[in-house]
């Protein structure tokens, strides 16, 4: 069995200590070997009332030992623990802990259990101000967050903290303890149970619920189409629909994957070797020259959705106008090169499809950017937190970019495009299996009198693309399997609104820009977007 590695991490006088001491106490504990490495010494101690024969105790500072791959893998062979228990340095970067399991000799002996990081609420905006990107590097990367040192008349400064931390991360479980050290006293006992990484409560969660039944599906599908191989004729099932169902779903897939692929890695490239900085140089801070730059930068910088906002963000910071960088942002995901190859693929015979999609693209993206310009801010949009704010990008994450080589640079790029490719392929694989259910299961006679009505259609086209979220590089494959059904304008509100809003955009920009700009926003590119396709469906008749 391979032993379970949970590495705790926080500054000095964060609690780390404290709550190893209550997690060694944990019941679920009993008949566990259990390994705890200390990379630092703090003013508390490890209790004396924990020690026991199946704990062991090594402080790699007192044995003057630097944990490496071979020093890890010398202790799991020596000790043969169940669980190890990390005491991490609160100052060194956590990915250093981490290429620990880079080498494929360790991961065949242990995994990594939960990386937890403690969070002093007295000293946060301190550490904040002042070590920022450790403490960023600590949370984004946490699985469980505990806030430590919780005491009375704190809510609205707890408030705050969160919203910090969320914006930082967030997957991760928060929890609240009143964990002690020397300033607070030590009853009541510090209760972490409900913290603790080895806690057996059950627990589910809705997203849980959907990936199960996602997985539930999958099995099925694939059952079918084994007994649809093997031409199974002992079972009496009309597999008509379904035959119909998979021609279409692993159509689009097979089309749209490739074009995702490339698309993820070209945003990789961009994002890995050319700065933030880069791209803010080369838009001018004034109008006129700033809208054209911010209308075709999308060809020369392919930057991935993910990054898109951050990207907007920087450029506000930097002096772009407002207006200039919201253009960028709107048009970027839809003069991408690969979006523009995968729309003319998409689209074989139709090349006026592609044509559109960029020219009104851009109209809209520019009336969006004058309206901002004619209409605009009398406060500042950004919020005061924005320096904070990254994406979730295994990039965004690694504080230690700038001074890594050109080899490293090139493992994050994969990484950054294999992360990004799964993150956006799960969208992708929803919206092919909802219209490839919409296509076989319902009935077109259903949708006729929908379908006939453009404005009604081209609203329900649109608020499509918003739902699915789909990435801008392969959504023309599920926009034409709808060619049959609706008209030219409603197939382009789904091309041209779903890449400048989608679920994805929007929790970000609340994360970045205030509330009030940001439902103006889209307020102003639903209706300049509803106004021009519409425009053109009557262009088209």
């Not at 990915?95 to 937890?116: A, D």
């Not at 959705?305 to 709107?330: D, H, N, Q, S, Y």
């Amino acid at each position: 069995m391979k032993t379970r590695v949970d590495i705790i991490t926080g500054f000095l006088n964060s609690g780390k200590t404290t709550y190893i001491n209550e997690l060694l106490q944990d019941k679920n504990l009993l008949g566990d070997k259990m390994v705890v490495i200390q990379c630092e010494n703090g003013e508390i101690g490890i209790e004396s009332t924990v020690f026991k024969d199946d704990i062991v105790f090594i402080n790699i500072l007192e044995d003057q030992k630097c944990l490496d791959a071979n020093y890890f893998e010398g202790i799991i062979e020596k000790y043969f623990p169940d669980k190890i228990i990390i005491e991490y340095n609160g100052m060194i970067e956590i990915e250093k802990v981490l290429t620990l399991f880079e080498k494929h000799s360790v991961r065949k002996k242990c995994f990594i259990g939960n990386i937890v990081c403690l969070v002093d609420a007295l000293t946060f905006e301190v550490y904040m101000n002042n070590l920022g990107n450790i403490l960023r590097n600590q949370i984004t990367l946490a699985d469980r967050i505990v806030l430590n040192k919780i005491t009375d008349n704190q809510e609205e400064k707890l408030k705050k903290l969160e919203k910090s931390i969320r914006e930082m991360n967030r997957k991760a479980d928060i929890f609240k303890v009143a964990l002690y050290d020397d300033k607070f006293v030590k009853n009541p006992k510090p209760d972490v149970e409900a913290a603790s990484i080895y806690s057996s409560n059950f627990s589910v969660k809705l997203s849980d619920i959907f990936l199960s039944m996602f997985f539930m599906f999958a099995i099925a599908y694939l059952i079918f189409s084994v007994i649809r191989a093997v031409k199974v004729n002992a079972i009496d099932i009309a597999f008509s629909g379904l035959k119909a169902f998979n021609m279409i779903f692993i159509g689009m897939l097979i089309q749209a994957f490739p074009f995702m692929l490339v698309g993820m890695f070209v945003s990789s490239i961009i994002q890995v070797f050319i700065s933030n900085e880069t791209i803010v140089k080369i838009f001018p801070t004034k109008f006129g020259l700033g809208f054209l730059t911010a209308m075709f930068g999308g060809i020369l910088f392919p930057i991935c959705e993910c990054a898109i906002v951050p990207v907007t963000v920087r450029l506000v910071k930097k002096g772009v106008a407002l207006p200039v960088a919201v253009t960028f942002m709107l048009s970027a995901p839809i003069i991408n090169p690969i979006v523009i190859a995968s729309t003319l693929y998409a689209f074989p015979g139709r090349p006026e499809i592609a044509f559109y999609r960029i020219y009104f693209g851009l109209i809209i993206a520019l009336a969006v950017g004058l309206t901002l310009m004619f209409f605009p801010e009398t406060k500042t949009a950004l919020l005061d937190e924005t320096g904070k704010i990254t994406c979730d990008c295994i990039y965004c994450n690694m504080e230690a970019k700038r001074k890594q080589g050109i080899g490293e640079k090139i493992r994050i790029m994969f990484l950054h495009a294999g992360e990004e490719f799964f993150s956006a392929g799960k969208y992708l694989v929803l919206g092919i299996f909802l219209t490839s259910f919409i296509q076989t299961i319902v009935p077109k006679d259903i949708f006729s009198e929908l379908w006939a009505r453009d404005g009604l259609a081209l609203v329900v086209m649109m608020a499509t693309a918003f739902l699915f979220s789909v990435c801008s590089t392969s959504d023309a494959f599920i926009a034409r399997s709808f060619w049959d059904r609706v008209s030219t304008g409603p197939i382009m509100g789904f091309l041209i609104f779903g890449p400048m809003m989608d679920i994805k955009n929007l929790i970000m920009l609340f994360s970045s820009f205030r509330k009030t700009f940001v439902i103006k926003l889209v307020l102003v590119i639903t209706i300049l977007s509803f106004v021009s396709l519409y425009f053109l469906t009557f262009l088209l008749m």
